[in-house]
T-cell receptor, first 112, second 115 residues
């Protein structure tokens, strides 16, 4: 079946530190991969996406590369800010009908 | 551009009751999906509506049902509420009938508490 596994949190970093949040997936064929971010009290917002192998998605300094050989889509940012504190979800979309499969989320707290 | 809006934002119901949650999709989007997000978990797919018909369903019992209207807005109905139904219910719209590359645009959700 289709599933997403992402690293357990919570993650606490100092401002300007380097961020990596690991995400691996299981899917048949060629899924599209996404990172969503959820700020407190809000719904999920699309952060970035990649639709085929070796694609790199990027937005707001975050980036992730679709690695088919390792079935991974790790999220990285070179220098985090306090405003990046949120919960990050890795997701895939495989089936027709646009059904998404989400990981359990990784909580990030950035301290000044 | 109007985003996805959901109502109400919070709701408290008693076990056994029925509830209706509402969603207005982002302008121009023709597909609405509903997700259940339990505390500390990722969203779980309930079902999707396209052209006013159910177009995919997750592992949820029949007491979870929905509707999509001609203006693409949608309702989620849950009958015979159980304590485990307590969760954040998220509506998401997209511009897709069958494309799995189309990202979802989420509303802020309805927090349902069942006592």
């Amino acid at each position: 079946g289709n599933s997403v596994t992402q690293m357990e949190g919570p993650v606490t970093l100092s401002e300007e530190a380097f961020l990596t949040i690991n995400c691996t997936y299981t899917a048949t064929g060629y899924p599209s991969l996404f990172w969503y971010v959820q700020y407190p009290g809000e719904g999920l917002q699309l952060l970035l996406k990649a639709t085929k192998a070796d694609d790199k998605g990027s937005n707001k300094g975050f980036e992730a590369t679709y690695r088919k050989e390792t079935t991974s889509f790790h999220l990285e940012k070179g220098s985090v800010q306090v405003s990046d504190s949120a919960v990050y979800f890795c997701a895939l979309s495989r089936d027709t009908g646009n059904q998404f499969y989400f990981g359990t989320g990784t909580s990030l707290t950035v301290i000044p | 551009e109007t985003g996805v809006t959901q109502s109400p934002t919070h709701l408290i119901k008693t076990r056994g009751q029925q509830v209706t949650l509402r969603c207005s999709s982002q302008s121009g989007h023709n597909t609405v999906s509903w997700y259940q997000q339990a505390l500390g978990q990722g969203p779980q797919f309930i079902f999707q509506y396209y052209r006013e018909e159910e177009n995919g369903r997750g592992n949820f019992p029949p007491r979870f049902s929905g509707l999509q209207f001609p203006n693409y807005s949608s309702e989620l109905n849950v009958n015979a509420l159980e304590l485990d139904d307590s969760a954040l219910y998220l509506c998401a719209s997209s511009l897709a009938g069958s494309s799995y590359n189309s990202p979802l645009h989420f509303g802020n959700g309805t927090r349902l508490t069942v006592t």
